[in-house]
């Protein structure tokens, strides 16, 4: 009777385990559709979006107070070639508290290319912390 119920139990937590794993593939699936959106933790993210004939992209970070480096936005189309080509490349000082970063945006983008934001903190020589949005298609 005890081996039953832990069969049992074994296939409820089987069943359980592959309904979440194909929640969680599904909801992956859907945030790389390819319509921008945000990349990141909640304190530090970076998000790609287009707004009629401009394709934006913008950082943002929430910083302790004493926070120093290099905030690197960069612009990426990843149709060009193999691994990218960087559109845009700004540097902004390194913000505490709420900051959002705004380089710009590329006018008319090139129709059906793959963008992609990246957000690079650099805090000195020490260590580089990397941020990607989600893809956006022209």
């Known amino acids: 009777m005890m081996k039953s119920k832990f069969g049992r139990a074994g296939a409820l937590f089987s ?40 394709l934006n992209y913008t950082g943002y970070t929430d910083f302790a107070d004493g926070a120093t480096g290099t905030v690197h936005l960069w612009l990426w189309d990843y149709t060009e070639k193999p691994g990218g080509v960087r559109v845009f490349m700004t540097d902004f000082p390194a913000a505490t508290g709420p900051h959002y970063y705004r380089p710009g945006g590329l006018a008319n983008p090139t129709p059906g290319h793959d963008y992609k934001a990246e957000m690079r903190v650099q805090w000195g020589n020490v260590k580089t912390d990397t941020y990607l949005s989600p893809d956006k298609f022209a």
Do not use: K, Q, R, Y
């Open 15 to 54: 069943g359980v385990a592959l309904t979440a794993a194909a929640v969680a593939m599904s909801t992956g699936t859907a945030s790389a559709n390819g319509n921008g959106g945000c990349g990141g933790p909640g304190f530090s993210h970076v998000c790609i979006s287009e707004d009629g004939d401009t």
